[in-house]
């Protein structure tokens, strides 16, 4: 049995708690690093962290990139997405193809 | 392409020709396996970017509602709304085989018992905005679910991708060219010697048919000569 976590700043990630997921709510990076660290090696199989926080902890990220759980997976904050997910898929396919050229790459 | 460093003898001969072909199997195995992922990865990777645009949207409709709901409650009441969820959810998590390589499959079964009934407050201190951010949210959740398995997957291709392009690679531009490259050096390092020994057994053949001409004309010389004395 799996479960799944969100970690993100509290106006953000509150509604989830709702629907039954597991909440960490955090503005620190550090905090948020060491959550993740313990969800991580724990029994979570998804975990969902706001885009800002994601950005921070990149290298953190990356370490369970290449492993098959857990799928940790950034979601826009409350302030609307602001590309960091949609440039991480732009990342994959960088990675796989060697060129964006999925999603015209505006870089 | 540089040569390997190698003694030019028949058996290495062999055993790099065996593994020159082994190469060239490999290389149009791994090239069919990359082709083949990269058709799977562009198209799952052309739904992910298109799910996460949807699930983007959809999330900044329950965040506008929740911060609608916020402003109109304390926050006290607020937590206190939502500290206890009616709704669990249980994920099963099991594996898919996409071209070998494993990719987590997410099952997931919500705890609540009336599906409707997913509020996990009275509706009396509430506001309207709370129960349409939190509904929608439980609708977009297999959604949310789904990117996540999705972008995984991606993730996961895209390793193995890399992967096997490099070794495709380095098969086509520096294993099979520098076997190529050794074996011809080794075939015409054994030619060379062959010729060499062709050339060297026809001179001891020259030198001693020579010295048998010089033995049979010295032998008779000399029975000449007996004769011519016998004559005399």
């Given at each position: 049995?799996?479960?799944?976590?969100?970690?993100?700043?509290?106006?953000?990630?509150?509604?989830?708690?709702?629907?039954?997921?597991?909440?960490?709510?955090?503005?620190?990076?550090?905090?948020?690093?060491?959550?993740?660290?313990?969800?991580?090696?724990?029994?979570?199989?998804?975990?969902?962290?706001?885009?800002?926080?994601?950005?921070?902890?990149?290298?953190?990220?990356?370490?369970?990139?290449?492993?098959?759980?857990?799928?940790?997976?950034?979601?826009?904050?409350?302030?609307?997405?602001?590309?960091?997910?949609?440039?991480?898929?732009?990342?994959?396919?960088?990675?796989?193809?060697?060129?964006?050229i999925l999603f015209g790459g505006d870089r | 392409m540089e040569r390997m460093n190698v003694n030019p003898t028949r058996m290495m001969l062999t055993s790099l020709k065996k593994r020159l072909k082994t190469a060239v199997r490999g290389h149009k195995l791994l090239k069919d396996k990359r082709d083949e992922l990269m058709k799977e990865f562009l198209d799952l990777a052309r739904e992910n970017g298109r799910l996460r645009?949807?699930?983007?949207?959809?999330?900044?409709?329950?965040?506008?509602?929740?911060?609608?709901?916020?402003?109109?409650?304390?926050?006290?009441?607020?937590?206190?709304?939502?500290?206890?969820?009616?709704?669990?959810?249980?994920?099963?998590?099991?594996?898919?085989?996409?071209m070998s390589v494993d990719v987590p499959v997410f099952d997931f079964r919500t705890t609540a018992e009336d599906p409707a009934d997913i509020f996990p407050y009275g509706f009396a201190r509430t506001s309207g905005e709370l129960d349409n951010a939190i509904s929608e949210l439980s609708d977009i959740f297999p959604m949310l679910l789904d990117l996540a398995a999705k972008e995984k997957e991606t993730a996961l291709l895209a390793a193995e991708l890399e992967k096997t392009r490099r070794r495709v690679n380095a098969l086509e531009y520096v294993m099979i060219p520098r076997l190529q490259v050794t074996i011809k050096y080794i075939q015409m390092k054994l030619d060379e010697n062959e010729r060499g020994n062709q050339t060297r057994l026809m001179k001891v053949k020259d030198m001693m048919l020579e010295e048998a001409i010089a033995e049979k004309k010295a032998k008779d010389e000399a029975a000449i000569e007996r004769m011519v004395e016998s004559c005399q």
């Amino acid at each position: 049995m799996y479960k799944i976590g969100v970690i993100g700043d509290r106006d953000s990630v509150l509604g989830f708690k709702a629907v039954g997921l597991d909440v960490f709510p955090t503005e620190k990076a550090e905090e948020a690093k060491a959550a993740l660290r313990k969800w991580a090696e724990g029994e979570y199989a998804i975990i969902y962290i706001t885009e800002g926080l994601a950005v921070q902890l990149e290298k953190e990220i990356d370490k369970y990139k290449d492993s098959r759980l857990p799928a940790i997976i950034p979601i826009p904050n409350k302030d609307g997405p602001s590309g960091t997910g949609l440039n991480n898929v732009r990342k994959s396919v960088e990675r796989a193809v060697g060129a964006d050229i999925l999603f015209g790459g505006d870089r | 392409m540089e040569r390997m460093n190698v003694n030019p003898t028949r058996m290495m001969l062999t055993s790099l020709k065996k593994r020159l072909k082994t190469a060239v199997r490999g290389h149009k195995l791994l090239k069919d396996k990359r082709d083949e992922l990269m058709k799977e990865f562009l198209d799952l990777a052309r739904e992910n970017g298109r799910l996460r645009e949807d699930v983007e949207k959809r999330l900044g409709n329950v965040y506008k509602n929740f911060t609608v709901a916020s402003s109109i409650m304390s926050q006290e009441v607020m937590e206190e709304s939502l500290m206890f969820p009616k709704q669990g959810v249980e994920l099963q998590v099991s594996s898919r085989n996409i071209m070998s390589v494993d990719v987590p499959v997410f099952d997931f079964r919500t705890t609540a018992e009336d599906p409707a009934d997913i509020f996990p407050y009275g509706f009396a201190r509430t506001s309207g905005e709370l129960d349409n951010a939190i509904s929608e949210l439980s609708d977009i959740f297999p959604m949310l679910l789904d990117l996540a398995a999705k972008e995984k997957e991606t993730a996961l291709l895209a390793a193995e991708l890399e992967k096997t392009r490099r070794r495709v690679n380095a098969l086509e531009y520096v294993m099979i060219p520098r076997l190529q490259v050794t074996i011809k050096y080794i075939q015409m390092k054994l030619d060379e010697n062959e010729r060499g020994n062709q050339t060297r057994l026809m001179k001891v053949k020259d030198m001693m048919l020579e010295e048998a001409i010089a033995e049979k004309k010295a032998k008779d010389e000399a029975a000449i000569e007996r004769m011519v004395e016998s004559c005399q």
